[in-house]
Structures are given as structure tokens and as C-alpha cells.
């Protein structure tokens, strides 16, 4: 069984990887999907751009009035007490 679309095996994923590889795994997975979702959010700027008459009277000036991704803002790091966490509960297969 593998993880999500991580593609790793789960048994590797709980009990081989240090918390470290972990964090790799996930920052590279989420690089990864930031440019379809950066995408995603500067074509729906444009269709709104189009369809409503002033964007600027909603408050919207750029795409980012839209929505702010997670890799936008400061956030805290992951520890090894959130990786002990989401090992747990896959263990107990609510992940």
C-alpha cells in the first residue's frame, strides 16, 4: 500500500524515514503542485476579470485577493511531534 500520491510504501513511510526525509518528501511534493495551482488561481483572476464589471469595487486587484496559497505566508516549521502524530494516525488507518 502506498501513501497517498507520494507513492511511497507505507511500511517505509512509518518506520524507516527519519522526520527529516519526511519534510523533504512533502516540501518537494508541494513545490511541485505550485505552479497548476499558481495557474489555476491567475486564470480564474482573468475570468473574473471578464465577466464582472469592476474588480476593484470587490476589493480585487490581483490574483492573490483571490486567495493566499500556504507557501505565501510565514508559517511554522513541521516537528518531530506532527510527524509522531500523522504516524499514529496512519497506524490507526485514519490517513
Do not use: H
Amino acid at each position: 500500500m502506498l501513501v497517498g500520491e507520494i507513492g511511497i510504501d507505507r511500511n517505509c513511510f512509518l518506520k524507516e524515514l527519519r522526520w527529516w526525509e519526511v519534510r523533504s518528501i512533502i516540501r518537494g511534493y508541494n513545490r511541485r503542485q505550485r505552479e497548476m495551482w499558481s495557474a489555476t488561481r491567475w486564470q480564474t483572476y482573468r475570468l473574473m476579470e471578464v465577466s464582472m464589471a469592476d474588480l476593484k469595487k470587490a476589493g480585487i486587484e490581483k490574483p492573490a485577493d483571490l486567495l493566499v496559497f500556504p507557501w505565501e505566508t510565514e508559517r511554522g516549521e513541521v516537528n518531530e511531534s506532527d510527524i509522531r502524530e500523522l504516524q499514529e494516525l496512519m497506524e490507526g488507518g485514519l490517513v
